[in-house]
């Protein structure tokens, strides 16, 4: 059996490969996959942030295991790819400033068969420092997306303990996926139904062990600090709740507030 961190990393660099072959012809360089939890971010794209002991420098793009069970497995592989348009442009074209997405950049997108928008949904702006997207029906990115899932059947481990909220902006998703599957040949394959799951159910709904979210939203609530005033003073401090706080400049209690 292969160790939990072989097969999730494999899987991640699995992905990585397929599309780099499906989308980019190969030409992206090899690059160093990472796992994240930063806040409201599911990816980003890192230029020449890693360096081995011979001198050789690659790229970084990482992923947030925190938004995954919040989104379905479609979304999980355009956040990877819209990843790597990052690095083909970073490589073959000209960026802009850190972290916003221009015109060369989503004219590739548009190329691969994500349709860049600031809403994730039709009509937003293709362009800006924050852009989601969607897939276009029938087009490269959907068509290699479903091949890839066929072939690997959906993640191997996610996190437990999920976001309460997803990730950024809605996506929009095609879920007319009968009209048009690719039912060539392949040496495993997995039923009609089973295969609209992985494409387009929450991945929480494929996992029966993750951490309830009413769980998770006590212990949200419980991390969330007290503001507490000088009844004389005016004078506030913060603290964890039910707190006896006197001040120590007129010794009056300080009386604590409910949490926004």
Not at 32 to 43: A, D, F, H, I, Y
Not at 213 to 222: D, I, M, T
Request: charged residues 25%.
């Amino acid at each position: 059996m292969k160790s939990p961190t072989h097969s999730f990393y494999h899987y991640l660099e699995a992905a990585y490969d397929h599309f780099n072959k499906t989308l980019f012809n190969g030409r992206l360089p090899t690059c160093l996959l990472t796992v994240q939890r930063e806040k409201n971010v599911m990816g980003y794209f890192s230029a020449n942030r890693w360096t081995d002991a011979e001198g050789r420098i690659v790229h970084e793009i990482a992923v947030n295991p925190a938004y995954f069970a919040r989104h379905n497995m479609m979304e999980v592989l355009q956040t990877i790819v819209h990843e790597m348009v990052h690095n083909w442009q970073h490589c073959f074209g000209k960026p802009s400033r850190s972290g916003y997405h221009n015109k060369e950049w989503a004219d590739k997108m548009d190329q691969i068969g994500l349709m860049p928008s600031s809403t994730g949904l039709p009509g937003g702006k293709r362009t800006g420092q924050k852009v989601s997207d969607f897939p276009k029906k029938g087009g490269a990115f959907e068509r290699a997306a479903r091949a890839f899932i066929l072939k690997s059947k959906g993640l191997p481990w996610v996190d437990r303990f999920t976001a309460l909220t997803p990730s950024c902006q809605p996506r929009e998703q095609d879920h007319a996926w009968e009209e048009d599957l690719d039912n060539s040949a392949m040496e495993e394959r997995i039923d009609d139904e089973t295969l609209a799951a992985l494409l387009h159910c929450p991945i929480s709904e494929l996992f029966s062990d993750l951490v309830p979210s009413e769980q998770l939203q006590l212990a949200a609530r419980k991390k969330v600090k007290s503001r507490y005033t000088c009844a004389h003073c005016q004078t506030n401090v913060w603290g964890k709740s039910n707190l006896k706080i006197l001040c120590g400049e007129c010794g009056a209690a300080y009386v604590e507030h409910e949490a926004a």
